[in-house]
């Protein structure tokens, strides 16, 4: 189904593109929540005339979200988790955990707005991308630390991206697989039985 973006929507296109979705994301999210329309004529034509009112709203947006950055900076989230003796939580830090802190301490981010591709799953010194708008990325420290302990505030250099956390350890180096040696005898030719007569 051809439907032009009404608002700018992630991995699809900008506001004014038309594009080939699939009937069913279409009807059952982009139409209701008025993000597209079918593209028609007569909706391209209605598309025009609103497009003045939606510059007006994508710049206020901006404008809201430069302030939101200006407000978020230098905040920094800490996260009490309790851990195992290699420093692997019991547990993990989520897009949701990381999306109701910052709730806590009063800015409405949407969780689709965090980038965090895996869970942090140990204990140390994160840095998490909230895309506050479109144009507008932001980087927060988030510390992980066992109950009753206060974060170690390290050089920003030295702080693990977040987004690409693995579910190990980082500083443990990875196994050596080890192969053990089977001695090789030479090939012995197998002989024919003869039959005993």
């Given at each position: 189904?051809?439907?032009?973006?009404?608002?700018y929507i992630d991995h699809?296109g900008e506001r004014g593109?038309?594009?080939?979705?699939?009937?069913?994301?279409?009807?059952n999210y982009l139409l209701?929540?008025?993000?597209?329309?079918?593209?028609?004529?007569?909706?391209?034509?209605?598309?025009?005339?609103?497009?003045?009112?939606?510059?007006?709203?994508?710049?206020?947006?901006?404008?809201?979200?430069?302030?939101?950055?200006?407000?978020?900076?230098?905040?920094?989230?800490?996260?009490?988790?309790?851990?195992?003796?290699?420093?692997?939580?019991?547990?993990?830090?989520?897009?949701?955990?990381?999306?109701?802190?910052?709730?806590?301490?009063?800015?409405?981010?949407?969780?689709?707005?965090?980038?965090?591709?895996?869970?942090?799953?140990?204990?140390?010194?994160?840095?998490?991308?909230?895309?506050?708008?479109?144009?507008?990325?932001?980087?927060?420290?988030?510390?992980?630390?066992?109950?009753?302990?206060?974060?170690?505030?390290?050089?920003?250099?030295?702080?693990?991206?977040?987004?690409?956390?693995?579910?190990?350890?980082?500083?443990?180096?990875?196994?050596?697989?080890?192969?053990?040696?089977?001695?090789?005898?030479?090939?012995?030719?197998?002989?024919?039985?003869?039959?005993?007569?």
């Open positions: 189904m051809r439907v032009i973006l009404n608002d699809l593109d038309s594009v080939e979705v699939k009937p069913g994301f279409a009807r209701p929540k008025g993000l597209a329309y079918p593209d028609t004529p007569g909706n391209r034509r209605r598309f025009d005339q609103e497009q003045k009112k939606w510059e007006e709203m994508d710049l206020s947006r901006r404008s809201a979200a430069e302030a939101m950055a200006k407000d978020l900076d230098g905040v920094e989230l800490v996260f009490e988790r309790r851990a195992g003796e290699k420093d692997v939580l019991f547990g993990s830090v989520s897009v949701a955990d990381i999306a109701n802190e910052l709730a806590d301490k009063g800015f409405e981010i949407d969780r689709r707005k965090v980038m965090l591709d895996h869970p942090i799953k140990e204990v140390g010194n994160f840095t998490v991308d909230i895309a506050i708008h479109r144009e507008i990325t932001l980087t927060l420290p988030v510390f992980v630390v066992r109950p009753g302990e206060e974060p170690e505030r390290v050089d920003p250099d030295e702080v693990q991206d977040a987004s690409a956390a693995e579910h190990f350890v980082a500083d443990a180096p990875a196994p050596e697989p080890v192969i053990p040696e089977v001695p090789v005898e030479p090939e012995t030719p197998i002989e024919p039985e003869v039959p005993v007569e």
